[in-house]
């Protein structure tokens, strides 16, 4: 039986889970726009957002308007009005999926008001949850506006903000639909709690990780957008002839090396990705030696499976020199392993989840 059809509060919950699933489609979307270069197409930003080009003349506005970006006049300067329109979609779709997001959540949240569904404790949620989209918004053309400036690309440290602001709304509103989903108040504990420590360890390794599988997306070295983390040393095991080939220490400082370095913060991506495949391995083999939940259960399973193929799929994306298709898969990949980790860590913590 579907454990929603019996909860009290199942319209709400189906309603954050539909707010959870445009979180990843713009999440994926994103993602597209990233790989397709599309992400400075449209140089300026609207809370409410604007019409798309419905005749040659708006399109034509539109071009000019990029053509002032610092983007076509260092790389796309052959770029004609036809080349334009397909990456000006794929950022205006991005945008539009956030706004669609927002009038879901506001158009619900009215309903669910005017219904009186809300119950006390529910408010503190939806005032974080409102805050924390709303400012998802903000981040993303703080973004944006650092590609228009004179460096044809977004800043990595603010390409990693906006990405990690989309998952940490979407793991607040998972979290608050589990909250209404598995109260503490039907259940028992088993020995789950030995595995704490370890899953919040995986989680933070975790998150790093997709901190810098956005570095390895969006850095440029210099000024040439065609020196990124991802394009370079596309070998495994080892990044051409070399372990840790002498590019990776080139700079001055540790923290240059780690965070400015296309070679190494792709070398820190591939050595991150290793010290999850082992604290997997060690969940893995804890877990058999515990008596868990149902639930607790799956998301051991579903961690074991989604750390297997983002694996096999990072290497892939890295060897065929990240192909649109592979890429969206790879980011897919973290954002269910990102999924896993907030459903194994709620039943973790949840120290009445059911059995």
Sequence with gaps: M????????????????????????????????????????????????SIPPVNDQ????????????PEFQKI???????????????EYIHRMIGRTMMYVFAIGFVYFLIKKKI????????????????????????MVYSGLQSKPAVSHYRLATHLMSA??????????????????????????KKLKSATVIFFCVLVFQIIFGAFTAGFVEGNDSHIRPGHIFNTWPKMGDDWIPEQVTMKDSLFENMFENASGIQFVHRTTAIIIVILICFIWYRSNKLQLTK????????????????????VLTLLYQVPVIMGALHQTGAFFLFLSCIY?????????AIS
């Design 119 to 142: 119950k006390k404790d529910m408010w503190q949620g939806f005032v974080l949850l409102f805050f924390m989209g709303a400012m998802q918004a903000v981040i993303g053309w703080w």
């Design 344 to 352: 194994l860590l709620f039943h973790l913590f949840n120290k009445k």
């Design 167 to 192: 998952f940490t709304l979407f793991a607040f509103t998972f979290w608050f639909a589990l909250r209404l989903l598995y109260p503490k108040e039907n259940a028992e504990v088993l020995e789950g």
């Design 2 to 49: 579907n454990p929603i059809s019996t909860s009290p509060n199942k319209q709400i919950i189906y309603w954050l889970l539909t707010g959870c699933f445009l979180i990843y489609i713009m999440v994926v979307v994103g993602c597209l726009t990233r790989l397709t270069h599309s992400g400075l197409s449209i140089t300026d930003w609207s809370f409410m957002g």
């Design 295 to 314: 639930q607790q259960h799956t998301g051991i399973t579903l961690l074991i499976y989604g750390v297997t193929i983002q694996f096999i799929l990072g």
């Design 76 to 90: 796309n300067f052959s770029m004609t009005l036809q080349d334009f329109k397909p990456i000006f979609l794929w």
């Design 58 to 69: 708006m399109w034509q506005e539109r071009f000019e308007k990029y053509q002032q970006s």
